[in-house]
């Protein structure tokens, strides 16, 4: 089954910035330029299924409709580049609070404004990010 895969992650000092990229992991969704996606994250060691993921935000299929979540709004930017079945993560102005395993993932149907995790699909393994002080 094909799902996402996220990378870009890594460690960095209070302030700086990291890009995420996340991409389809075989044979390309047939319509990905019309899937919403989305971001989460999941505070590091906290693995585990019954571990709410925290929305970072979701895209519109053309990207021109961008939800972010309160904690990141300001700093995180999301955009998609159909061409390449990619959407990326672009994280500025990093804090320790935002140390976590990052996880794009794939909303079929509804809306695109949705922060439930529950609603999104093909999670990939995540990537890792480490702000430190």
């Known amino acids: 089954q094909v799902h996402m895969v996220e990378s870009g992650g890594g460690s960095v000092q209070t302030g700086g910035s990291l890009r995420l990229s996340c991409t389809p992991s075989?044979?390309?969704?047939?319509?990905?330029?019309?899937?919403?996606m989305g971001w989460f994250r999941q505070l590091s060691g906290n693995g585990g299924a019954d571990v709410e993921r925290?929305?970072?935000?979701?895209?519109?299929?053309?990207?021109?409709?961008?939800l972010y979540g309160d904690d990141v709004k300001g700093r995180f930017t999301i955009s998609r580049d159909n061409t390449k079945n990619s959407v990326f993560l672009q994280m500025s102005s990093l804090k320790p609070d935002d140390t976590a395993v990052y996880f794009c993932?794939?909303?079929?149907?509804?809306?695109?404004?949705?922060?439930?995790?529950?609603?999104?699909?093909?999670w990939g393994p995540g990537t890792a990010v480490t702000v430190s002080s």
């Open positions: 993932a794939v909303k079929k149907h509804g809306t695109w404004d949705d922060n439930t995790p529950s609603r999104y699909g093909d």
């Open positions: 075989g044979p390309t969704f047939p319509s990905f330029g019309a899937l919403v």
């Open positions: 925290e929305f970072v935000g979701s895209i519109n299929w053309s990207g021109d409709r961008i």
